[in-house]
Each structure stands twice: as C-alpha cells, then as structure tokens.
C-alpha cells in the first residue's frame, strides 16, 4: 500500500504534517528543557545557546528566547511557499489543523496556501535532498548563534557542551558540537 495512488497526493502529505504538528504542539517538552534552562541561569554563566535539529520548537516553549537557540532544520512552528517564491516565512498558526480521514490517512478540506501566490504553502522544514527550504529565518538564527560564539571568545570563557539525543544517523548536532571552536 506504500505505493498506493492516494500516497502521491498533497492531501496525504499534508496529513502527515497535520499529526507531526498536532503531536508537536499538543505536547509539552520533557522535564530535560527545564533543567537546561536552569542551567544557562547560573550565576556564573554568563551566555547560553541551544544547537537543535528538533523541529518542535520546544526549546523556545520550554522559556528559552528565539535569540538563544539554532533550530538548523527548520520548525514546524513556520510555513513558507512551496516554490519559495515569495521569500517569506510565517507562522504556521492554525494552518496544519486539518481534519484528517481516517479510512484514506488524507487531509481534507482546504490545504494551507501561500498569502502572497496562493500555491500551497509547507512547514519551513529542511528535509533530504530539499532545494526548496527557505533559510531566511535559519540564516538570522545562524546569526545569532555567531555573536555567541564570538562573545565566548572574546572573554576567553570556557565552553560546555552539553550534547542530549544526537544521534550518528543524522549527525548535524553532533559535527557541530565536534567543530564549534576549532
């Protein structure tokens, strides 16, 4: 059935990013964000960042501020065009709450559009192999995790890295805690 017509449809895909996005919000993050964040509240700590490649955004609804984190895949939190040819990103807001049936696993109804062109619109999500992604809100993240490192430098500090989850299969968490300072 994995090759089934209904599976090259938009409704089908959309129904996937409906239960990822309703499974992401509607959950809260575990208790391990919260002591993270305790931490980067140290007196003596004096800057904080989080290096993701978690789509759910949920350290930045586990209290931290969107100037502390790097999501480098991008967020589910965010749509974009299709095409990306709009250059734009927005919030996804209630876009993905889509009525799902149960007997085809298809959206149905309208699918989220594009404001600007009216095409279908995504979760600013990177996926393998996509050329598509639009990287305007990675890029200003990228940003910020920059000054980080350059203001850890500046005062000579040492760095902890606190590596959770990341795993070899998709090693970006990883290569980056490996290349941070080097």
Same mark, same amino acid.
């Given at each position: 059935?994995?090759?089934?017509?209904?599976?090259?449809? $938009?409704?089908?895909?959309? $129904?996937?990013?409906?239960?990822?996005?309703?499974?992401?919000?509607?959950?809260?993050?575990? *208790?391990?964000?919260?002591?993270?964040? &305790? !931490?980067?509240?140290?007196?003596?700590?004096?800057?904080?960042?989080?290096?993701?490649?978690?789509? #759910?955004?949920?350290?930045?609804?586990?209290? !931290?501020?969107?100037?502390?984190? %790097?999501?480098?895949?991008?967020?589910?939190?965010?749509?974009?065009?299709? #095409?990306?040819?709009?250059?734009?990103? !927005?919030?996804?807001?209630? $876009?993905?709450?889509?009525? *799902? #049936?149960?007997?085809?696993?298809?959206?149905?109804?309208? %699918?989220?559009?594009?404001? #600007?062109?009216?095409?279908?619109? &995504?979760?600013? *999500?990177?996926?393998?192999?996509?050329? @598509?992604?639009?990287?305007? &809100?990675?890029?200003?993240?990228?940003?910020?995790?920059?000054?980080?490192?350059?203001?850890?430098?500046?005062? @000579?500090?040492?760095?902890?890295?606190?590596? %959770?989850?990341?795993?070899?299969?998709?090693?970006?968490? &990883?290569?980056?805690?490996?290349?941070?300072?080097?």
């Amino acid at each position: 059935q994995g090759n089934s017509e209904k599976h090259n449809t $938009a409704n089908f895909g959309y $129904a996937f990013w409906a239960y990822r996005y309703n499974a992401y919000t509607s959950s809260v993050p575990h *208790v391990g964000y919260e002591i993270a964040k &305790r !931490w980067s509240n140290f007196n003596n700590i004096k800057y904080a960042f989080s290096f993701t490649s978690n789509i #759910d955004g949920h350290w930045i609804k586990s209290g !931290w501020n969107e100037s502390e984190v %790097l999501e480098c895949h991008g967020s589910v939190n965010y749509m974009q065009c299709i #095409d990306k040819c709009c250059q734009r990103i !927005w919030n996804t807001d209630n $876009a993905l709450n889509l009525e *799902v #049936d149960p007997k085809t696993d298809c959206a149905i109804g309208n %699918l989220p559009q594009c404001p #600007d062109c009216k095409k279908f619109a &995504r979760p600013n *999500v990177l996926m393998f192999g996509d050329w @598509k992604f639009l990287d305007i &809100r990675l890029n200003e993240q990228t940003s910020h995790y920059d000054t980080f490192k350059s203001n850890i430098a500046k005062i @000579k500090a040492k760095l902890l890295i606190i590596e %959770l989850g990341a795993g070899t299969a998709v090693p970006t968490v &990883r290569c980056e805690s490996e290349r941070a300072f080097t």
